[in-house]
Structure formats: C-alpha cells, structure tokens
C-alpha cells in the first residue's frame, strides 16, 4: 500500500491518547498511513500550523475549529472536524478555602453539580455582601468545552459567569500552581489537570463534565479542509486507524499499557496511576473521599467518535449566548458545515461497524442506555442528559438561543 | 494626534534572544522596546507599555492567555490582530518557520510594522543558528575527546604509535563506511564493558 505522510499536531493532554495510540501501536501503518505526531505549547500554535500547513491534522478543543471557520481566531482557516477523540474528561476544580465556603452552604463530596453550584451561588452571594473580591476561575481558552460547560453550570445554578465571577485563561498544566498559589479560586481543565491539585492537596473536585452534561464532546479532530478535498482516501484511511485506536483505548485490558505509553515525556509526562482516574472513572474529590463517576471519559464508547452536527450547533449556541459571535442563519450554517458526519460514515463504511443512523440528535434526550443505529450491528448510545433536565433540539435552534437569553435575563 | 515612535513589546522567556532582538530593533532606531521575561503579572506589564506591537515566541504556552486578553478590551485599550496583514501569508509562515508571533494594534500602516515584524523573524533565524553552530561546536568537542579515549585504548592495547593508533581508526571508519567519532564511541563503550585488562 502507498504511504502517505500526515502530520499531526496534540498537546499535552490524556485526550490525545486516540492520535499517539494510533501511531505508537501501528494502527496507522496498517492503513498505510506514516502518522507523524508533534507536540504542541498552546493551542494558538496548533491553530497558526494547521493554518500555514505544517500540519494536515490536529488534536482540537471542539468549538476551535468552529471559532476559526466563523473568524474569530486572529488566524483563520477552513478546517472541518470528520472525527471526535472522546466524550467527557474534565472536573470542576476549586481551591480548598472555596471548597471549606461551599461545604458549609451545603456542597457534598458527591459531585453534584446541582447541589455544588447552589452551595457555590450561596457563597458566591456572602462573599459579595461582605465586600470581598469576585471568585476568579480559569479555563484553558475561550473557544473550548470547558470555558461552555463551566459557564453553562455556573448560569444554570443561578450564577452570572459574566459579572458573578471572573473567568480567566491559564494553560492546563499550570492550573494546578496557579491555584496553590491563590492566583485563580477554580478552574476547569481535563484530567489529569484536576487529581494533580487532588494529590497535592490543594483543591477539590466540585463537579464533573460528565455530571454537568453527560456523553459530551470534548476534543476532535481538526482538519485542514483541502486534505479531504485533494487525499480523501488518505484521510478515510487515517480515520479507520483512530477508530481501530479508540477501541483501544476503550479496552479496559489495554489500560496498563496505555497509561505507560502516555506517561513518557513526549506525550502526557505524568504518571500512569493519576491518568488511571480519568480511563476507570473513581475519582479522588479530596481529602480521601474517592467517588464512582459513569462515563467520566469515553474514547470510543457510546459512538463516541461520531462528529454530531448537534455537538457542533450546541458549541455555537453557546457562542451566541456569551456574546462570541451573533446568532444568524449564515453563522449558524458555518458551524453546522464544520463537522462531518458523512466523511466519518464513508470512511468506515467498508469495516461494517454499526453507523448512527442520523447526523444530529436532541441533545438530553436520553436518560437511559438506548441501543439504536444501522446495519445490523449494535450501538447504544445515552444517557446524555444535560444536569438541570433541558433539551437541546437542534432544529429548533432559534427558541433554544432565545430561551438562554431570557434566563440569563431573570438573573439579573 | 499619532506617536511618532511605536512602542514594541518582546515577551520571551529566553533571555539571550530577547536582547538579540531588543538590540535589531534599536539599532534600526525603535528607542522604545520593553522586554519582559517572566509571565506573572503581564496583564498589568501590557496595560503600562500600551504596546503597539508585541513579538512573542511560539514556545511560551501563555500565547492562549494573551490572545484572550487582547480580545477582552480591559487589558488592551484598542484590539490587536495576529500580524498586521492576514493575506499576507509568506510573511506569516516565514514567523511561524521562525518560531516567532507578532501582535500588532489594530489600524497601523503595514509599511511601518512589516520591517520590524521582518526584524524579529531574522533575529529569530540567527538566534537559531547560532544555538545550532553551539550545539555542533558542543558535539565536535566531544567527538574529539572520544577519539583520544580510543586513541589512547589502541595505543596501551596494541603498542600502537598515537599517529598509527588514529590511522587504524580511521581505516576502520572508512572501511565500515562510518563516522571516526562513531567507531571511536564504539571502542571505548567495549573497552569499559570489558573493564579494565579487558582489551
């Protein structure tokens, strides 16, 4: 089989396992594929090479490439998502004086996101009647999974993110000294970004992406639209060797071997057992009190690799909501081209595994484990519930913008 | 009414380039250029210089912090774009090749940032070269202390003259079609795995 060559660009993160994996354990090979992997310092770089075509392919937050195709990035270029490297991954991190303030408004050590965030808003309201400083929180950049579902948590317990708290952007791996240091009261991040503040006894986990919406996108893969226009057989290729490597990592008997493979230098650089959290699920919260989370992080599972244009459109309501860009029929279509479901399908067409049957679905629908999908094979998908019960219907677009702005409304 | 001089701002951690670029820049006659090394407290940094143009290297993970900065107004009093001339795209990758970054206030004229943009692109360029030339510089010192360890094992081992001890090395490098430095590691890696008396 003829190589191709495909550079990639990842950062630092335990979500990028699905590309190393690909590469490190022959995955891409097989499918004739010379995967060539560099490791990246900040998502600007990733978004300025994809940009010049040092790379063809990037690990992405999932509203990046939505961001950079609606010109909001100071360097923009046509990049599409065909693949999706997980579902979930992230916690809610606060400082353990935040902490002590919200147990004593109620919060528990159970992660839920309900009772944390009321305990949060109560302090959040003391804090300010006593003339003290907003809480600062830190994200890991405006375009991300984490800077929307913090948000969208924090507005859903009745907190305004924009007034109510200051939000800020640290880069993940300097969160956890950031927050030692009293310079940021919370953050959002991937794990192991989170167990790091854990073990050092400086934070505690509040709550977590998959408790905030469960089976939600996070990280995808971003590509350089003109690799699927001149090498679409080398990008269907490359796909079929992330699938065959995210059912890898799915595979709990492979964990051992992944996290040892994550763990060195070029790639995670942190030890197996604090990324063993994020791939089984039992989390540390602090001070001991260790907690089950279903679905905490999905590599493959649940159609996990699926680039729903419904995952797309929820990113970009949440751009219209906190002002990034103005809702319109055009914007809206942009964000729906920008992940593609049909170059997924036709890549993995010739390997028979079961296909969701539709591009988009309602958003929350599920609330409990449904089998669905095509050709005979079996997928389950759900539950995907968002935690204050709300559907996202993507073809009613309009009325869920509207009504997140009228609820922002009755908070002020 | 407009500055005359336009203030710039090199945020690098490497201090040795950051004065590389620093003097470029004021020997082309830019007398105001703010260096900042180290990232805690940049907002207040930035607020203070009111930059026109900020050189940044690619290797500073901060670049996302910064760039939300410049998109919130507080920080920044007038927005700032990525370069000042988006179709400009050789001058973009030639940056990016160079591993440098410019941010630059929005509605100056290209004519007046593209020479110092071009500036710290081929400060860039030089400071890459001579890291590389000190690395090289570094790799050839050792090759030549590896080489007299090999010349000196030959020459206890087999009696050898120093001269005929470095032309057998350099036979064999020859013959096996291999660096000089490469079979004198090689020796040397046996002669200590055999210990002493070994060869």
């Known amino acids: ?412 | 009414m407009s500055r005359a001089a336009l203030r710039i701002l090199i945020i690098d951690e490497n201090r040795i380039r950051a004065a590389i670029i620093e003097q470029g820049l004021r020997e082309a006659g830019h007398g105001e250029v703010s260096v900042v090394h180290d990232m805690a407290g940049i907002a207040r940094r930035i607020a203070d210089i009111e930059p026109d143009v900020i050189v940044i290297d690619l290797e500073n993970p901060n670049r996302d912090m910064l760039e939300s900065m410049f998109q919130l107004s507080r920080a920044v009093k007038r927005p700032i774009a990525m370069f000042v001339d988006r179709s400009d795209s050789a001058s973009i990758e030639a940056a990016v090749d160079a591993g440098v970054s410019a941010y630059v206030i929005d509605g100056l004229r290209k004519e007046r940032v593209k020479p110092i943009v071009d500036m710290a692109i081929s400060r860039f360029n030089a400071f890459s070269r001579m890291a590389r030339e000190l690395e090289e510089a570094r790799g050839e010192l050792e090759s030549r202390k590896i080489i007299d360890r090999a010349k000196g094992i030959l020459m206890k081992s087999r009696g050898l003259s120093e001269q005929d001890a470095y032309a057998l090395l350099r036979k064999t490098a020859m013959n096996q079609n291999r660096k000089l430095a490469d079979v004198a590691q090689s020796l040397v890696t046996a002669a200590d795995l055999l210990g002493p008396g070994g060869l």
């Open chain 1, 1 to 412: 089989m003829a190589e191709h060559e495909i550079n990639a660009g990842f950062m630092p993160l335990f979500d990028s396992a699905v590309l190393v994996i690909a590469r490190e354990m022959g995955f891409a090979a097989r499918e004739g594929i010379h995967l060539k992997l560099s490791r990246e310092t900040s998502w600007a770089n990733i978004r300025d090479r994809i940009a010049i075509g040092h790379f063809d392919v990037a690990h992405m937050l999932g509203p990046m490439p939505i961001a950079c195709n609606l010109g909001l990035t100071p360097l923009a270029s046509d990049t599409i998502v065909p693949f999706s490297l997980g579902l979930g991954g992230n916690c809610v991190t606060v400082s353990n004086a935040v902490w002590d303030g919200m147990a004593a408004h109620g919060a528990l050590a159970d992660l839920d996101p309900t009772r944390s965030g009321t305990a949060l808003g109560r302090l959040i309201r003391a804090r300010a009647a006593a003339g003290e400083s907003p809480l600062r929180f830190a994200v890991t950049h405006p375009h991300s999974g984490h800077n929307y579902e913090l948000r969208y948590w924090l507005a859903g317990c009745g907190i305004d993110p924009a007034r109510e708290v200051e939000i800020v952007i640290v880069p993940p791996p300097f969160m956890a000294d950031a927050l030692a240091a009293g310079r940021i009261d919370g953050y959002c991040a991937g794990e192991p970004w989170n167990s790091v503040s854990v073990v050092a006894g400086t934070g505690h986990i509040a709550t977590v992406k998959a408790a905030i919406w469960r089976a939600s996108p996070e990280k995808v893969l971003g590509v350089r639209k003109s690799l699927a226009r001149d090498h679409p057989d080398a990008l269907s290729a490359l796909l079929r060797a992330l699938h065959h490597a995210a059912r890898w990592c799915q595979e709990p008997a492979n964990h051992n071997d992944l996290t040892a493979l994550m763990a060195q230098p070029a790639f995670l650089g942190k030890p197996a057992e604090i990324q063993m959290r994020a791939l089984t699920g039992r989390l540390d919260v602090g001070g001991g009190a260790v907690r089950r989370v279903e679905d905490f992080f999905l590599p493959f599972d649940k159609a996990a690799n699926f680039p729903w244009k419904s995952h797309a459109l929820w990113f970009y309501t949440q751009m219209v909501r906190w002002g990034d860009v103005a809702h319109s029929p055009e914007h809206a279509a942009i964000a729906r081209d920008c992940y593609r479901p049909d170059l997924y399908r036709a890549a993995l067409k010739p390997l028979g595994v079961a296909l969701p049957g539709a591009n988009a679905k309602v958003e929350g629908a599920l609330t409990t484990a449904t089998p669905v999908g095509s050709a005979g094979a079996s997928l389950v998908l759900g539950p995907d519930g968002f935690f204050d019960g709300r559907i996202f219907d993507p073809d009613r677009l309009d009325a869920y913008i509207e009504t997140q702005a009228s609820s922002l409304q009755t908070i002020d």
